[in-house]
């Protein structure tokens, strides 16, 4: 049975930093994708802002996020973290891990961040304020 379990959210002052991981069951990072999403309180909509895929072995992110978060995964744990950098109140949100299984090869991480995955983490919560 796929389990994901986030963990790491915090309240953190504008431009400060936070790790973000996902302990991740039941199946393997090995041939997988997998993402983060966050979702603010009046949106109902999950925003994926980086998403991963061994399909093609590249990570994107939204355009918001670029050059301040990354994604990274370690395959011996079996867990994936989000490094952020720099945040901003606008990142204030509920933070999502999620994952795909055997993702074609012709899935890119844009497409997993624009559709959603099969699986979902609960979330853990990022509050950005001074």
């Known amino acids: 049975q796929v389990h994901l379990v986030e963990s790491g959210g915090a309240l953190v002052q504008p431009g400060g930093s936070l790790r973000l991981s996902c302990q991740l069951s039941?199946?393997?990072?090995?041939?997988?994708?997998v993402g983060w999403f966050r979702q603010v309180p009046e949106n109902e909509r999950k925003q994926g802002i980086s998403c991963f895929t061994t399909s093609d072995g590249n990570t994107y992110y939204v355009d918001s996020v670029k050059g301040r978060f990354t994604l990274s995964r370690d395959n011996a744990k079996n867990t994936i973290y989000l490094e952020m950098s720099s945040l901003e109140p606008e990142d204030t949100a509920v933070y999502y891990c999620?994952?795909?299984?055997?993702?074609?090869?012709?899935?890119?991480?844009?497409?997993?961040?624009?559709?959603?995955?099969?699986?979902w983490g609960k979330g853990t919560l990022v509050t950005v304020s001074s």
């Open positions: 999620a994952a795909s299984l055997s993702p074609p090869v012709y899935y890119t991480g844009l497409y997993y961040c624009r559709y959603g995955m099969s699986h």
């Open positions: 039941g199946f393997s990072l090995n041939n997988s994708a």
